[in-house]
């Protein structure tokens, strides 16, 4: 097995890791909006999340969530920090495969 043939095999693991995260993301946001307490209103507890970079689930109160809500999200949390540690785990892997200047690297 060439270098090549090694670093399109890291580059799709990585790209299956992110995607894998990312639909639990989403899969996560379905079911704490399926779990919201008694009398809390869907938009006010969502639009708590939003902010100028995104959707943070850490943002959300959990006191308008049910028990099970409450649930879902700690495991959303854990999640979104997996996924930017393999985010940026996967940057620093690349980076050091592919080195800065004429003649380093695997594929020279």
Known sequence: MNDFTTILILIVVWGAGLLFTSVRKVSY????????????AY????????SR???????IDPERLTET?????TRAIVN????????FGG???????FPHGKGSGPLN
Do not use: E, Q
């Open 69 to 73: 809500g409450r649930i879902y999200l």
């Open 80 to 87: 979104d920090r997996i996924m930017v540690a393999w985010l």
């Open 53 to 59: 970079r995104g959707f943070s689930f850490s943002k």
């Open 29 to 40: 946001l379905r079911s704490i909006r399926d779990h919201l307490a008694p009398g809390a």
């Open 43 to 50: 938009s006010d507890t969502m639009k708590l999340g939003w």
């Open 91 to 97: 940057f620093l892997v690349f980076a050091c495969l």
